[in-house]
């Protein structure tokens, strides 16, 4: 009998809500590709009359054989809702070359509207451009040297949260001349996630990356271990380099520590040129994830893009979501009411504008999309009915009947979850930052991006895509789309008519931020931190 000698593993399609009735082993044996056999054909080599003809016959059939087993073996997959029986378009190169999902079975037609939904936007050119000005790189000869002034710093939030402070943190050491301890991860009360910086991040390339930046140290020095250090507990809104230094450089330069809290969206997003772009660096250079962490997201990515291109979804449908933005879910008026009585028993949780109704934020675009209203918009500007989507997020309030609108009309439907094998969350088990840093980067991989609602992780997901080439990032235009989606009486046609020439600017093309003063550059990094032949570089000083 022949056998493969790579022992690979291969998905079979499984219904998404039959995922978690079966149990790690049958799982595992529905993995597992399923070996052939190839019985010798001894009637018809009886009669041969050369006995090397026969041998060298059955060797040649053999091998043979040996090699279609090896090329019919499929990599590793994600599951499929539907078993051994729907293909699934593989886009291989250029978006209208299919093939079909497993060996055998017919291709899927690409349409030229499906065709336009996997088209990446133009990026004009525009590459990643850090070229910090000569002033700049001269004072970071001093910079780096420092080994009497630390700045230490603590973040709390979520992982996204945490990233922005670190960013922050870096942003400020270098204007005060400080060497940075690594950052300090509050314990999040929320998810109870007690990770520390090196569990989340690489902190090796942390340092390394940074190096002719900023002096960055693992903990305190032993000759600062006494010192008093300035605490500074919340830090008032958008201040700049210059209030930064008036405020802290004199009593840094006295007492040798300075213990910054509460930074969170503290600094002016409008910087200098050199800060701006040293922004950028942490971000999208240096605060590379965990090795754990990249190899199973990487790992997840491939298994999304194994039968072609796929989308993925930032799903905002939690709980203290709705609450906090003063919105429904629209589920049914019993989880309506629930969300209106948690609302008014803590008040405090409301971040929205308490003199608006919810109607009122509903049709401003300040609400989260619901799973009908993310479907619709998909199905709108042309996602196909094949299309794979990935989900990042938390657990939607209403559980799986939340998400039914959209599993309906999108069946191929994964989360970190049903995607990775028995015991590959394990280690991330309980470590919600860990978790979420997953979901970014299977999200960062994809083909399309959507974001049902603003927020640091749709942010910052928007900035990597554009910094990484413009790739295809849907901006929900909710302000203008949903007075069409209310109105029943529009013919299907229209609508989507209507709602594609609403997002044709609003699919991840470079988005200039300082037409904007304000934005984030770390969702917006066009023209500071990126440039194209026609960009003037500009060389301001800190």
Known sequence: ??????????????????????????????????????????????????????????????????????????????????????????????????????????????????????????????????????????????????????????????????????????????????????????????????????????????????????HIVSSLPSTHLMSRPVEEKRTPLHVDARWIRARYQKRLNREGVLLLRGLDSRLSKDLPSDLQKLRCKVAFNALRFASPILELGNKLAERMRSKGPYIALHLRMEKDVWVRTGCLPGLSSEYDDIISKERKLRPELLTARSNMTYHDRKLAGLCPLNALEVARLLKALGAPRYARIYWAGGIPFGGEAALLPLTKEFPHFYNKDNLSLPGELAPFAEKASLLAAIDYIVAENSDVFMPSHGGNMGHAIQGHRAYAGHKKHITPNKREMLPYFLNSSLPEPEFKRIIKELHQGSLGQPDIRTNKPGRDIIAYPVPECMCNGSTTRSTSQE
């Open 1 to 214: 009998m022949a056998k493969s000698k790579n022992n690979k593993l291969s998905y079979i399609s499984v219904p998404s809500d039959i995922i978690h009735s079966l149990s790690s082993s049958s799982l595992q044996n529905l993995l597992l590709s399923p070996k052939k056999s190839s019985k010798p054909y001894n009637r018809f080599f009886s009669n041969a009359r050369n006995p090397r003809f026969f041998f060298v016959f059955l060797f040649l059939f053999a091998f043979l054989g040996m090699l279609k087993l090896g090329w019919n073996l499929e990599p590793l997959l994600p599951f499929s809702p539907y078993p051994c029986s729907t293909p699934q378009a593989q886009l291989s190169g250029s978006v209208g070359e299919e093939t079909s999902a497993f060996p055998g079975q017919p291709k899927i037609d690409i349409d030229d509207t499906e065709s336009e939904f996997w088209k990446q936007p133009d990026g004009l050119g525009y590459r990643p451009c850090l070229d910090f000005s000569r002033e700049y790189r001269k004072s970071s000869e001093v910079v780096t040297r420092e080994r009497t002034k630390y700045l230490m710093v603590v973040v709390s939030g979520g992982l996204n949260q945490q990233r922005n402070q670190i960013v922050d943190a870096v942003v400020i050491a270098r204007i005060l001349g400080a060497a940075l301890v690594v950052p300090i991860l509050q314990v999040n009360v929320i998810w109870g996630d007690e990770s520390e910086f090196s569990d989340i991040f690489d902190l090796e390339h942390f340092k390394k990356t940074l190096a002719d930046d900023v």
